[in-house]
């Protein structure tokens, strides 16, 4: 009498690529979840940007403040001041200009300009004139820009000091020199507070201005709006959630429907 033959062992080869089965199914679901909650985020940065913008039109629909309305101002401004429109009248005041280096306007490297606004004897506000171009690379070489010493109209409106670079190098010793007796690459910064500019300068400048006037005096004032990137943002999230659409196309595929036409044919 012939013994029963014994039962395949769960530890051979059917064993093995069901565990295979299981760590790519979980990680293609762990996967597909990374990208779905990539996309929602981008979505949720476009979202974010889109209300902004609407706050700007907002108050861009607002009256424009003008040099009465900014006597006694203390910065940090209001929240409900920000981005406010403002046309003032004044003279520029030259020998304090600023340079921001590394910043970038349409993919091109440059410099933001820097010029305080002389209101009247006790009143000035730090202008951002616009964006010049590097044209050199030498540091000291600056890209001409006209300046008009006679009094001028500026439309603009009341924003936050310039976006804080990152600076591998000791900033402290850039004001090493007065502002107006400096010259050539001495007035070119890296970063630039408003009280850091009240003490290089002396000038007790208010609040910060970027010019939205068109462009002139060889700079550029065509600033970028805030919703306008929401767009890129938009264009993440759709390939962030195709990415997620493959994955699952793919797992569906290769996991589920191609073993079981297999299992069919072999039964």
């Known amino acids: 009498m012939t013994a029963p033959s014994e039962a395949?062992?769960?530890?051979?080869p059917s064993a093995r690529r069901g565990l295979r089965w299981w760590v790519v199914t979980v990680s293609a679901l762990v996967a597909m979840g990374v990208t779905a909650s990539l996309g929602r985020w981008q979505l949720s940065r476009a979202d974010e940007?889109?209300?902004?913008q609407a706050v700007l039109d907002a108050r861009a629909d607002q009256?424009?403040?003008?040099?009465?309305?900014?006597?006694?101002?203390q910065y940090p401004l209001p929240a409900d001041l920000m981005h406010r429109r403002v046309s003032l009248q004044g003279f520029w005041r030259p020998q304090y200009t600023v340079w921001l280096e590394n910043r970038s306007h349409r993919g091109q490297a440059g410099y933001w300009v820097l010029t305080p606004l002389q209101l009247d004897a006790d009143t000035a506000v730090l202008v951002q004139r616009g964006w010049a171009p590097r044209i050199?690379?030498?540091r000291s070489v600056l890209p001409p820009v006209q300046t008009n010493l006679e009094v001028v109209d500026v439309d603009g409106v009341l924003a936050?000091?310039?976006a804080r670079l990152l600076s591998l190098g000791n900033e402290s010793g850039e004001a090493a020199t007065t502002?107006?007796?400096?010259?050539?690459?001495?007035?070119?910064r890296h970063n630039l507070t408003l009280e850091q500019f009240r003490q290089d300068s002396g000038i007790p400048v208010l609040a910060f201005v970027i010019q939205t006037d068109?462009?002139?005096?060889?700079?550029?004032r065509d600033w970028p709006a805030v919703g306008s990137t929401a767009d890129k943002n938009l264009g993440y999230a759709f390939q962030w959630f195709a990415l997620c659409a493959l994955l699952f196309v793919l797992t569906l595929w290769f996991q589920f429907i191609q073993p079981a036409r297999h299992a069919s044919r072999s039964s």
């Open 179 to 188: 502002l107006e007796s400096a010259s050539g690459s001495s007035r070119i």
């Open 49 to 52: 940007k889109l209300a902004q």
């Open 8 to 12: 395949p062992s769960p530890s051979g």
């Open 63 to 73: 009256p424009e403040l003008g040099h009465d309305d900014l006597q006694g101002l």
């Open 160 to 162: 936050a000091e310039p």
């Open 214 to 220: 068109d462009d002139d005096e060889g700079l550029r």
């Open 136 to 138: 050199s690379q030498d």
